[in-house]
């Protein structure tokens, strides 16, 4: 009897379409959303898909009752859940360690897995989760972000926007938005989205009943993989979706009620003709982090570099964290300027441009001098 002979490639499974099978780091998306909004729906619709057979689910349940869990069908050893508190804050450490406990049972052969979702509660502020899954290093070396999907509500969701800043921030901070409960009579999509389209004017937004979403849609983004050369970029940088949100923004300024929450998150595109020495622009990021790092929701974006002539340098932060620089090897559309988009809340777009400028040597068109504006 012969030896039995080694495949030489796993059998495809249904999940195949999502996956890419050079990427030696899984896939991470961040599923989010206000109270209520639906993200266990959207996300036991997903899990029913053939397609999301080997996804693992970490759940984040807010008080002591871990219902979702108990909703969501699936094989128990997939589905993980953090029930002791708010994964944005106490739980956090227990993220990383449910996210490596589940990598040593993957390579200990007692499950298979190929992409996870992490749910976090209705309460949490993505951000800190994303900067774990980024910064931590043992994270780092086994799991990349592939985005975040944020589900709004179309009833409820223009309200709760305004009222709530967790809301407002899970979906600036949004790759995908999941506009739910479109089948519901007193549903208002194209009011919630133009809304949304104010202060994250680029992300695509997935209409939705019942959590219906074509998986390829949200999952299997590719994002933050360098490998990938960032599909995304060119949606990014839509600059005419920018500057429609700002001449919307504008005409409707004296109608905001500056409490509001999603009217104090903006989003701007800042453009450069010229390259940036690579000095001048860590100068510049480091300013802007010491001074405004908390309100800088989302920065993305091609820079020119002085020192990289040709090859631009793609930018991706959160907050106070930002990915390793990553240089693409020619400008996408083949145009070679530096295009910043910025998701900021309560920061003006002239503060950034003045100080962009002042550490570039540009000048500013009224003659001032824009550190000693900065300063003040
Ligand atoms: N009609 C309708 N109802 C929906 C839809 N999506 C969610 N719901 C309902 O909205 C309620 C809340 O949905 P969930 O999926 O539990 O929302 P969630 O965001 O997980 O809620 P929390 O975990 O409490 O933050 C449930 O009663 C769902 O059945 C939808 O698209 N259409």
């Known amino acids: 009897m012969g030896e039995p002979t080694e495949p030489t490639r796993e059998d495809p499974t249904p999940g195949d379409a999502l996956a890419d099978r050079r990427d030696p780091l899984i896939p991470v998306t961040v599923l989010t959303g206000f109270l209520g909004s639906g993200k266990t729906t959207l996300l036991k619709a997903l899990l029913a898909r053939p397609e999301l057979a080997d996804t693992a689910v970490v759940v984040n349940e807010f008080g002591e009752v871990g219902l979702d869990h108990l909703l969501l069908e699936g094989s128990e ?24 406990s589940l990598w040593s049972r993957r390579a200990a052969g007692e499950i298979a897995f190929r992409r996870i979702v992490v749910e976090t509660t209705g309460l949490a502020d993505p951000a800190p989760i994303l900067h774990s899954l980024i910064s931590d ?28 800043p967790e ?101 701007f595109c800042v453009e450069r003709e010229r390259p940036i020495a690579s000095a001048n622009f860590s100068l510049f990021l480091e300013l802007l982090l ?56 309560d920061i003006p777009q002239a503060w950034i441009e003045k100080l962009l400028d002042a550490l570039t040597g540009e000048q500013a068109d009224d003659g001032a001098d824009p550190l000693q504006e900065i300063a003040r």
């Open 77 to 100: 050893e997939q589905i993980v859940e953090l029930s002791s508190g708010c994964l944005c804050c106490t739980v956090r450490w227990d993220l990383v360690e449910t996210l490596d």
């Open 137 to 164: 290093p043992r994270l780092a070396r086994r799991y990349r972000l592939d985005g975040v999907v944020t589900v709004v509500d179309a009833v409820a969701g223009a309200e709760t926007l305004g009222r709530q």
């Open 290 to 345: 010491a001074n405004r790092g908390a309100d800088l929701l989302r920065v993305k974006g091609l820079v020119d570099i002085a020192e990289n002539p040709g090859r631009p340098a793609v930018l991706h932060g959160v907050q106070h964290l930002f990915h390793p620089v990553v240089f693409l090897d020619a400008w996408p559309g083949g145009s070679a300027r530096t295009r910043l988009v910025f998701i900021v809340r």
């Open 167 to 267: 809301a407002a921030k899970q979906a600036a901070v949004a790759d995908r938005i999941v506009l739910s409960k479109t089948d519901l009579p007193e549903a208002r999509p194209d009011e919630v989205e133009a809304l949304l389209r104010r202060f994250n004017p680029s992300v695509p937004v997935e209409r939705a009943s019942h959590g219906a979403v074509e998986p390829g849609r949200i999952l299997g983004l590719g994002l933050f993989d360098p490998a990938r050369k960032h599909p995304d970029v060119a949606a990014w940088l839509n600059a005419e979706a920018f500057a429609e949100a700002q001449a919307h923004d504008q005409g409707h300024r004296h109608l905001h009620d500056v409490n509001r929450h999603d009217a104090r998150i903006r989003a």
